[in-house]
T-cell receptor, first 115, second 115 residues
Framework: ETGVTQSPTHLIKTRGQQVTLRCSSQ?????VSWYQQALGQGPQFIFQ???????GRGNFPPRFSGLQFPNYSSELNVNALELDDSALYLC??????????????FGSGTRLTVV | AQSVTQLDSQVPVFEEAPVELRCNYS??????LFWYVQYPNQGLQLLLK??????LVESINGFEAEFNKSQTSFHLRKPSVHISDTAEYFC?????????????FGAGTQVVVTP
C-alpha cells in the first residue's frame, strides 16, 4: 500500500489568485474526499468524488471545485483566494462501497497560506 | 444535522498517567463513531471506531472508548500514556443514513505528554 500522497506540501498564494492542490489515492481506493482544516479547528468536509463525479458537498462556495481522474487521483481547485482560505487541506480516500466504515486513509495535507 | 463537541481543547498529562478525552455528539439519526489521531506534520489516522455491538472498543496501542447512547458520548481513555501519545485527537461521526460516509469532526483535543 502506498497510502495517500498530496502535493505540494506547502504553498503561499496572494489574495485573488487561483490554486490547484493534488492528491493521489491509496491503491484500491476509488472514493476521494477533501477536507479543510483551519488552525485550531477540526477538518471540515468540502466535497467527495466517486467515479469522477461529485456526490456530496459541504458548506463551501462554488469557487471551490474539484476533479477526479480515471486513475482515481484528484485535484482541488480554489479560485479568487481569500485570506480565510488559509488552512491545511486534507485528502482522504476509501475503498468502494462501505469502505468508509473501515476508516479513511488521509494524506499529510497541503498547507496553504494566502497573503 | 449533527454536531460533535470535544469538551477539552488541550489536555496536559504526565507520562504513565491516565488520560480521558471527552466527546459528545448530537444527531437526529443514529451515527457511527470514530476517533482519529493526528501526529505532528502527519495526516489523520484511524484510532478506533464504533459501528455496532459491544459498546466498549479498543485499539492496538492501549486506547479504549465507550459508546454511551443515553448520554450521546464516546469518550476516549488510556490508563497509562507514553511520550509518543503526544498528538491531536479528533472525535468524528458518520450518520448511518449517509451512504457516502461524510465525516463530521469535533474541534480536536491536543494531548501533551510530559516526563
Amino acid at each position: 500500500e502506498t497510502g495517500v500522497t498530496q502535493s505540494p506540501t506547502h504553498l503561499i498564494k496572494t489574495r485573488g489568485q487561483q490554486v490547484t492542490l493534488r492528491c493521489s489515492s491509496q491503491s484500491g481506493h476509488n472514493t476521494v474526499s477533501w477536507y479543510q482544516q483551519a488552525l485550531g479547528q477540526g477538518p471540515q468536509f468540502i466535497f467527495q468524488y466517486y467515479r469522477e463525479e461529485e456526490n456530496g458537498r459541504g458548506n463551501f462556495p462554488p469557487r471551490f471545485s474539484g476533479l477526479q481522474f480515471p486513475n482515481y487521483s484528484s485535484e482541488l481547485n480554489v479560485n479568487a483566494l481569500e485570506l480565510d482560505d488559509s488552512a491545511l487541506y486534507l485528502c482522504a480516500s476509501s475503498r468502494p462501497g462501505t469502505g468508509h466504515l473501515d476508516g479513511y486513509t488521509f494524506g499529510s495535507g497541503t498547507r496553504l497560506t494566502v497573503v | 444535522a449533527q454536531s460533535v463537541t470535544q469538551l477539552d481543547s488541550q489536555v496536559p498529562v504526565f507520562e504513565e498517567a491516565p488520560v480521558e478525552l471527552r466527546c459528545n455528539y448530537s444527531s437526529s439519526v443514529s451515527v457511527y463513531l470514530f476517533w482519529y489521531v493526528q501526529y505532528p506534520n502527519q495526516g489523520l489516522q484511524l484510532l478506533l471506531k464504533y459501528l455496532s455491538g459491544s459498546t466498549l472498543v479498543e485499539s492496538i496501542n492501549g486506547f479504549e472508548a465507550e459508546f454511551n447512547k443515553s448520554q450521546t458520548s464516546f469518550h476516549l481513555r488510556k490508563p497509562s500514556v507514553h511520550i509518543s501519545d503526544t498528538a491531536e485527537y479528533f472525535c468524528a461521526v458518520i450518520m448511518t443514513t449517509d451512504s457516502w460516509g461524510k465525516l463530521q469532526f469535533g474541534a480536536g483535543t491536543q494531548v501533551v505528554v510530559t516526563p
